[in-house]
Structures are given as C-alpha cells and as structure tokens.
C-alpha cells in the first residue's frame, strides 16, 4: 500500500522468523521493557515491514491499521525501524552494519550485568541477543570489527542469522561478495552453522545448536530466498527495494496458496496461533518478576541498583565525589582532569564501564583500579575496543539500548570521524552516550595534520541532539561530566585537551558551574561597562582571559565570555542569552583552535573570529603551531583594537 | 632528538624493509613521480621515522638535516607521512586502515591503466603495489572491507607485509585482537604466508612468492618485535608511541654493536650501498623511458592520453558533450541529471571510472554501455564495491594516488558519514575525488530519518579544501561536473536529489555557469532594487522562486540567489560577493532542507533560515515532510514580509 518499500528481504525471511520468534525468542509484547527479555536486532533494517508484521501478529501495541500507514507522516511504522518511536524496537536501523555491532553491545551489557548483580540462586539477567543481518551487515566494516571483538569476547548469548539471499541493491552478490563469510567468521572464533533458510526445522534445529554453544557467539548461515514466492522476481535484486506492484503481488499470493484479492488478510485462527505470544510472556514475566521480588528481599541494595540503571536513573550521590581543582595546583590537561572525574562518578555508579579504541590511557578512560572486560573477566569495568572506533561507538549504543549501563568511550577527537555514523544514530535514538573525544585541536602538537582536529567541533555540533562541551579547565571539566551523566537521553561529547592548562582562578573569576548554561561570563570588564566581548571555549579561554588583561592595561574594557557548550546555550531562554552576549555590543571577537564555521552565529555580523581557517593543521611542538597560526592573545587583543576603532572612531 | 613519535614499529620493521627496498621495490629516487613506480604505502602511518629513512638511505630529496628537524615545524619530516609534503610518499597515511586500502586503489589502477594502454609487445604499465601495514591497519573495518574486495577482484600485483609484533598502544593485542588473521584473509580470497619477520631470508623468499603467485593479493604475516633492541623495552606497549629516553637508546645501540655515542651516524659505506637504489632505479626508468618511447612512435594518442591522465590533466573537449536540459522537458532529479553528465564526460575521458557502494544505479554513478571491473574484465569501467563506503572512498584515494585515473564515487548523502575519514584524507592530500552524494535531503521521503541527510552539509563543508556543491536543477549540475571534474588537485562533493526538480528556464533566468562562481543573482527583483534577498540551494532554489513571485504579486521585490557552493563562493573577491549580497540589503532569507547550522555567515545578524533545525527528518512522502517542515515558498515569503516590517516599519 505504500507503493514503496523493500519487501523481498521480509518475504524471504518469513519462515525464519516465524521460528525464531515463536519458538525461540523470550519476550512479553505487552511490556516491551520487560529486563530480562531476549532482545532482537532486525540490522538489516530495510525489512522494517517484517518486524512491524512480527510485532502486530505477537501482540505488540501495533494494529493493522499502523501497517496500512507504513511510511506515513507520524505513523508508528516508518521507513527503517525506530527504537523511540515504535514499541518493540530494540535498535533503530537501517544503516548498515550497526545492528550487528549494537547486538554485540547488547550482549555485553547483559553479561556484565548478569556478573554485577546474579547472586547464587538468583538469575535475575539472563538472556540472549538475536539478530537478523544481511548481505550488507556483513560487508560493512564496522560489522567486521565488531564481529572480531564479540569473537574475542567470547559472547556466547550472542545468535545471529545471517539471511544468505545472495542479492543486493545492485544484483548479485557475486558482484562484490565471494569470500567465504563462514571461514571469516570461524577466524574470528564463531560458532558458525550453515542451513538452508526456508527450512522451518532447520532452521529451529540451528537456533537450538546456536543457544547450546555458550562459549563463542553464533553464526547462521541461513539460504534464503528473496522476494519468495513472487513468480518473477524472487532471487532478484528487483525484490530488493521495489514494491511488486498489484499483479505480482496477486501472483505470489496465488502461487503461495493465498486469496489473491484479499488485502492486510491475517486469518483469525492464525492470528490467534501467533497471539499466544502474549500468553506466552506474561507467564515468562511473572514468572521472573516472582523471583526478582525474592532477589529484591535478599539484596534490597542491588535490587534498587539494578532498577535505577534499568530506568536510566542515577544512584543517590553519584556526583558527590567529582572532583575541585585548586587553582594553586600546576596546569593540568582537560583529559587528565576527566579521567579524575571519571574515577569519582565510577566509584559511584558500579553500572559505568568505560573503555577506549586503543587509546584508553591516552584519553583516560582507563577506570582507576579497575580490571579489564573479558571472557574470563566478565565483571571488568575497562572496555578494550582495540583499534576499532566504529565499533566503538555501535557497541556503546547497543550498550545503551540494552539498559541498566552506561558506556563511556574514548578516542582521539579526529577519530570521531569513524565512528560518526554511531554518534548520529546515539542523537537519533535518545541514547545517552559519552563520547570522550581527547587531542581536541592542533594542540596536541606533533602528530600532525592527519591527527588534530580542524572540522570537528563544528561538524559535531551539527549533528541535532548531540551535545559538544568543550571545557576551559579542570573544573569546567568536572562539570561537564555532571552535565553528561545526567543526559541519559541524549549523547554528549567531551572535547578535552591533550597539552595542559591553567586551572583558572575562580576567586576572581565565575565558579565553573556556569558551564552547565552553555556560556557564562566567567572575566566582566573591569571599570564600566564593556566595550567587547571576547568569547572562547577550552583551551583558548585561558588566552582569552590573558588577552583582556592586556586590553585592560590599555583602558580597553574586555568581557570574557566562556562559552563551553553551544547546544546548552542556544537552549537557554533569551533572557539570559541577552544578558551573556548583550546584542547591543557589536565588538566581539571569538577565538577556537579550529575551523570557524558557524561563529558567525555568535559574534554577528560585525565581529570576528579566530580560528583555524581554510587550512589543516600541522606538526609542531604545540606551542609553535598556536603562535604560527595566530592563536594568541595578542591577536585577540589586536582584534578586538581593531573592531573598536572600526565600529566607534569618534571614540578613540 | 624530537622527544616524541614512535620508534618501535620502525625498529622492528628495519629488517623487513630493508629487504624489501633494496632487494623487490621498483623505484627511481631521483624521480618519484615515474609513472611505472612500484607504489609503496606505509598504512602505519605512525612509524615515519622508518619510511623518512628508507627516503634519505635511498637517496631521495630528504637530507640528514631533514630527519634531525623530524615532527618540527615545516620540516619534510612531519609526525606522519605526508604526500604533497615530502618527496616519495605516496599517500598520506596515520589514520589506520587507510592505507590498506589506499593500496588495494593504487593495484585496480595499475591493473585498470595496464589494460587500457599497454599494447602487444609494449608493457607500458607493469608495477606492483607493496604496503607496509599493522595489528590497527587490520583491527579497522575499512581495512576488512578493502580486504574482502582486493580478494574479489583478485588483484594479484598488490603485496601487503603485515607487522604481526603482538602490541599495540594499549598492551598486547591478545587484550582485543585474538582473531586467526591468517584464516580471515584467507577466507577473502587471498595468498597467505607466515614468516619470522627477523629473518631477511625468509623475507626475501615471501616477497618472491608473493610476485610469483598473480591470482591473488598477497598477505605476509610477519612476526616482529616490537623496539627490536632495546633491552627495556622490546615486546612492549612503551615502545610505541614514547621515545625510548637517551639512557635506553645508548643501551639499545650496545646491545646492536653500535657505537653509543654516535647520533644520526650512518657509515660511509652503509650509505654507498643503499644508495645503490639511485643507479639502480635510473637504469629501470630509463630503461623504460625507452620502452615509452617506442610505444609513443606506435601509439602516439594512446602515449598522449596516458600522459594526460597520469600529469592529472583532462583531454582537450573533455567537456564537448555535456548536456544542456531543455526547461521544457518535464522535472528531473538532479541524480539523474548528473547520470547524463557523467555519460558524456566518461566518453571523452577514457580514463574515467565510476561505481558506487551498492547503489550504483541510485546514485547514477553507473556509466552507460560500461561493464563492470572484475578480475575477468580488467578493463571495466564500473565498480563496485558493494556495501562498503568507507573502502569505496579510500580506493578513490589510492586510485588518485596512483595517478592517471578519475573515479567517481557514489552513494547516499547519509552514508558520507561512513566514509568521512577517506574524505578527509583526499582534502588533505589534495586529491581530486568527486564524490556523488545523491538523496541529499529529506526530500529522498518514506526511507526516513536514518537516510535523511541534516547535518551533512554543513559537515562536509567544514572540512578544509573540499568543495560542496549542490545545484539546483539539471543545467546547473551539467555546470557543477564541469567544476569538479577540473578540480583534479582538491575533492568535490555534488550532492544530488533524489526527487524530480524543474529545468529552470533560462531564459528569464540568469545562466547556470553562474554556478562556477558559488553563487549567482538567478533572479533580479523586479521593478527596482531589491527589498529583500532570498538565498537557496540545490532544491530549494525553484521554491525562492515561486517565493519571490508571490512576493512580486504584492509588490516586494525580492532577489533570488542561487547558491550550489559556499566555498566557490568564499573564493571569489571582496567585489563579487557584495554584488551578489549587498551589505545594505539586511533583509535575507536562505532556504535550504537542512540543518540551518553555519547560514548566520550569509544571511548576517539580522537575516532568518529556514531549515531543520534541532530535529531529524521523518518517512513519509516527501512532498508531505517539505510541508509539515515549512520547507515551502508560503514560509519563504511570510518570512520576508516579516523581516521586512521589522526593518523597516516606516516603509510599510
């Protein structure tokens, strides 16, 4: 009915997830949030109508008239699946590849919460995590590298079908895919079984085989057919993203035994056959409920521990140990100031795991004292990623969509650009991810041009939802982490330092929790009102602040405007955005070690802006780059001369 | 001397690729740039040091002097190598995994251009691909999927030697990287060895067998170690990424039977014998300077044209056939528009190639009466490359790299992201890729937000050197392949609708070669100066049109600029941009569907965006979504009236 859409793919995993579903999959459609439910990821997304099918004949909160609007303007069955939007997702997905690597998130999460909170006696996390993966799950290579990690991992509740249709968008798969996906996998310690995909007792025999195998994650090798049953076109790419249109759909129903004219046909003894899924997981639910009311008797503590990471709380007191810099101290680098607050909150969130893509010292998302996660280790709160960003950021989501932990993850702020399709898909499914982004600009000196950021922060702050903060110091940076733990709806990136910096004065300047509004005057002008406004984030406040005492000496009165996070500002109401940035004054000069696109929002029309412009970085010690780019404060201090005599030279 | 980099890959890989320079590799470092090179890419990147002293041992333009300035402010010797930079790099490479398959890229042109101009009896291009690459190189998904598709096409001349030293920064890799590498890349269809990567002898005899087998790639696993010498720290993470400090590299020089207190000493006669490579290589290159030369009497358009192609020159009428649309035609998506375009190029431009990930068709990145590149079909002109973006992007780097060959790529503007980082690189090593982003905005409809493009545009144009431009109807994208296709030393994006859009009529309308300029006065207010700009792009532009005759119908007079690329646009002088954009004229409007992010720099303090702003798009048709969104010519001109009671209330 919607004249578009991609119903081969659905039409040749019918028979799979039929079994898979009704036999295999434990899960109470009438309490989609039930904890101890297996999740399931449809990864190749494309074939949203067959889990929209598979949610309605199950019992979901979806009727027959949600399928008739599939693909309309606020419908509950979109183009590609929408974990917010519609009961029963899991995941949202459609670009390829992050399915598979959100299960194996999943996966994770659900052992490392078995190992957390399971007491003798008391199962209370125990799960699996199926998939449905195509053809182009499997060539993605955030696939591959997630699939190399669950192998090492050993994520042996892990069971994916892999619906071998043997076509793609652009015709057969021997156009581009011939390796021998079941070696592939076996290299990288699955479990991998091959079956013939419209086989119903195959099919069932496999998931069984898979679920017994509990020490390496499963591979189904499923041949299916695509577009099956439809006299012309299965096992045609044509299946693959074209609706059949109204004879080949009335010829595949004659072919399968169907009343050609019958439309949305669920025959009511079929219907009801399949509804026993709700029946099916109330029993399973109370059953569970029951015996985590004895879990909750017994341990009360972790009882409460568990609900509150379920229902993305925090736990009392989580913030009650981050850190205060003391501005006696020697500078110190943002990153090395969130690794300290990372320690802090760690100690009293015991549902926080943090890890890094290679780089888990060098961006200090190594939790102090704690062991790293592994197969033998499975409580180790260190995640290890290896250099694998992308699979990073999937896995963190999958994490997140799982519930009941928080991920944080660290690479170099550069390296966000591989793991950028994850942190879109963390903005658009309210997925409270940490992104600790480290080395955020050509401060972090002689890697060069192809390690310092430039683009980043800009483009980061592009994506909608996502929240960038960039702290000035080591007590903004405590603050940021307040502000990225209690967004567990939304991501947010810490843009931290490499080099070190001062640990700013707050005796004379505004208290760091001004971060939390997006920008805070942090330096009024001193002796009247001011005549500019100089904004900065992170390490260039520092410059800032030097600048305006330069123009103080001068007569020239500076504000200092610190301006961490653009997203928490823009959100604030007018009023105050008025009183931070006064549009009267029209002086105003911006400096960031990066590009400066999109500082025009800020500094108007009439001021100015110091960045990295039109160029990439390069590879110097750090502070040469700063002072051959002009990222100074004496060039601050030159701007902001300049705009005054150009903007009121009767003035001076 | 430089205090910071990493010494222990390159101590480990001397042996190695020591062998390999001056036993296999085929080069001429008096000319880095003849045509008939082996290509030689270090993809860890990290260890410069080693490929800056194969450089200077060999003879290159690379002095002592230049590795004692090594990661210092404009010296050759930078953190990582980089192309346009240092004399004999090949591609600029850190980022790990993109020079494995900038090497896969570099084998498809070899054999591509072999095809094409090498004639009986003259083998004109005849070179192998060697690489150099490590445990992160192989742990990168990009890597896996140039893998799989290097083992698909069977390309026999590529010959990687993989550093298997168990470390990485983080410890081991038995901490994330346990997988049977050996197995993987066998499973991809390639020739696997296992040698001690200590054992020149056994390096020899790997390489040698690697030449000899031509059916496939080839994968030498070779087992090093890591600061090869330093009693400390041999086998460790430290050796990585930290100077060894002075006591331990005097204690490494002892245990290697080197004088301790020698810095920078390379013996008289070491440096005779490596610099063998300068004979060596000018007798190979003039060898075949006659060969060329010989073909050139025979074949002297085909010598013409691969001279051409490999200078990055275009041949004369290039552009001939390019397509000019007839306003009478009905609508036609820009994607189909730039599927014309590229027909008509690629038959003047034999050297052209052009594919897409999976869509090929969609993005009409397909060129008509080609066949597809394969191992069987050397000679196709397509490629595919399957669901793989980010290999897809980093072959075009490789391809580029190798010179003598345009690809075009293309997939959807969302998938960008997946490929982001190869974007990246073909910025900053100013290769002309052209990368076609079609289904660029929520105008793709009912596949919804996990395809709709928001932040992409102002992402990409963030990045520094790339050009983004996004026409509005099929003569302006005739007008934007003529840009791209001559920006053969910086990459371009054309993003491309997917929906049907107006021929604009010309006749009334100023002409789309205004296009070359970034922005252009498409359509003059009517009746005297402007009140008011309206500014647009791609799509949007025939909605700023009917919104300017709405307008004109009350009597404001409206001018329409058509803007495809802000970074044309910023290029042209101070005097063209005031023409377009009066700074006296404050009443502006741009439209465009996405994200309004980066529009203040046009529309100035006192203008309005309408965009999508803090959102995702939605599945629907997309007529609908441009509605319920404001996308409209209503919003346009209610917009404009608007602005224009607040500026001017006097006037009204």
Redesign the interface.
């Known amino acids: 009915k919607?004249n578009?859409?991609h119903p081969g793919t659905a039409m040749g995993l019918a028979t799979a997830s039929y079994v898979m579903w009704t036999k295999f999959l434990k899960f109470n459609p009438r309490d989609p949030q039930w904890p101890d439910r297996d999740r399931f990821v449809l990864s190749a997304?494309h074939a949203s109508v067959l889990l929209y099918s598979l949610l309605y004949l199950t019992g979901y909160d979806l009727t027959l008239d949600d399928l008739k609007n599939f693909?309309?303007?606020?419908?509950k069955t979109?183009?590609?699946p929408?974990a917010t939007h519609t009961p029963g997702v899991e995941v949202?997905?459609?670009?390829?590849?992050q399915g598979f690597a959100n299960g194996v998130g999943m996966a994770l999460a659900e052992r490392f919460l078995a190992t957390l909170f399971n007491r003798p006696g008391h199962n209370i996390v125990d799960h699996h995590t199926y998939a449905i993966c195509s053809?182009?799950d499997l060539?993605?290579?955030?696939?591959?590298?997630a699939a190399?990690?669950a192998?090492?991992l050993k994520l042996g509740k892990l069971i994916y079908l892999y619906d071998d249709n043997k076509i793609?968008?652009?015709g057969s798969?021997g156009?581009?895919?011939?390796?021998?996906?079941?070696?592939?996998f076996?290299?990288?310690?699955w479990h991998v079984q091959r079956i013939d995909g419209m086989d119903a007792e195959a099919v069932a025999n496999a998931l069984a085989a898979a679920k017994a195998e509990t020490s390496k994650p499963s591979l189904i090798i499923a041949r299916t057919h695509i577009g099956y049953g439809s006299p012309k076109y299965q096992d045609t790419a044509f299946a693959h993203g074209n609706p059949l249109g109204e004879d080949e759909v009335r010829a595949t129903k004659q072919r399968l035994g169907w009343d050609p004219d019958a439309h949305f046909l669920v025959p009511d003894e079929a219907l009801a056959e399949w509804r026993k899924a709700v029946d099916r997981g109330r029993a399973a639910q109370d059953e569970w409920e029951r015996r985590f009311a004895a879990y909750a008797r017994e341990y009360p503590a972790e009882a409460e521990m568990f609900r509150t990471g379920m229902s993305r709380g925090m736990p009392a007191s989580w913030d009650a140990d981050l850190p205060v810099f003391d501005p006696g101290d020697k500078p110190i680098a943002t990153r090395a100031a969130s690794g300290k607050a990372l320690d802090a909150v760690a100690k009293r969130v015991p549902y926080l795991v943090a890890g890094?893509a290679?780089?888990?010292?060098?961006t200090n998302t190594k939790i102090s004292g704690e062991t790293?996660q592994s197969a033998e280790n499975p409580s180790g709160r260190v995640l290890?990623?290896?250099?694998?960003e992308?699979?990073m950021g999937a896995m963190a989501n999958g994490v997140l969509a799982h519930g009941g932990v928080v991920p944080v993850t660290g690479t170099f702020m550069?390296?966000s650009?591989?793991m950028?399709?994850s942190i879109?898909?963390a903005?658009?499914s309210n997925l409270g991810a940490i992104f600790v982004l480290t080395h955020d600009s050509v401060g972090l000196?002689?890697?060069?041009?192809?390690?310092q950021p430039?683009?980043h922060l800009?483009?980061l702050?592009?994506?909608?939802?996502l929240a960038v903060i960039r702290p000035a110091d080591a007590n903004e940076t405590s603050e940021a982490w307040r502000v990225a733990m209690e967004r567990r709806n939304a991501p947010t990136v810490l843009a931290l330092t490499r080099q070190a910096v001062p640990i700013l004065g707050r005796a004379q300047l505004a208290p760091a929790s001004g971060l939390r509004r997006g920008a805070y005057v942090i330096a009024e002008a001193e002796g009247g009102a001011p005549d500019a406004i100089i904004i900065a984030t992170g390490s260039e406040v520092a410059i800032a602040l030097d600048a305006r005492e330069r123009l103080a000496a001068e007569g020239v009165r500076a504000r200092v405007v610190s301006m961490p996070s653009w997203e928490l500002f823009a959100a604030q109401p007018q009023s105050y955005r008025d009183e931070v940035l006064p549009p009267a004054i029209k002086a105003r000069v911006a400096i960031e070690a990066a590009?400066p696109?999109?500082w025009?929002?800020w500094v108007?029309?009439?001021g100015r802006v110091i960045g990295i412009?039109?160029?990439?970085g390069?590879?110097?010690?750090y502070a040469?780059?700063y002072e051959?780019l002009g990222l100074t404060a004496d060039n601050v201090a030159g701007q902001v001369r300049e705009l005054l005599a150009r903007s009121a030279p009767a003035r001076r």
């Open positions: 919607a578009s859409g997304g693909r309309q303007w606020e419908s979109p183009g590609h929408e949202t997905t459609g670009p390829l590849g053809d182009g060539m993605e290579g955030v696939a591959s590298e190399s990690l192998g090492h793609s968008i652009d798969t156009l581009t895919f011939t390796e021998d996906v079941g070696k592939r076996d290299a990288y310690g890094g290679d780089l888990t010292e060098n790293d290890r990623f290896g250099i694998r992308h699979a550069v390296f650009d591989y950028r399709p879109r898909m903005a658009l000196g002689e890697d060069g041009p192809t390690h430039i683009e800009a483009s702050r592009a994506i909608p939802g590009s696109f999109g025009e929002r108007g029309s009439e412009n039109g160029r990439f390069a590879s110097a010690p040469v780059i051959k």
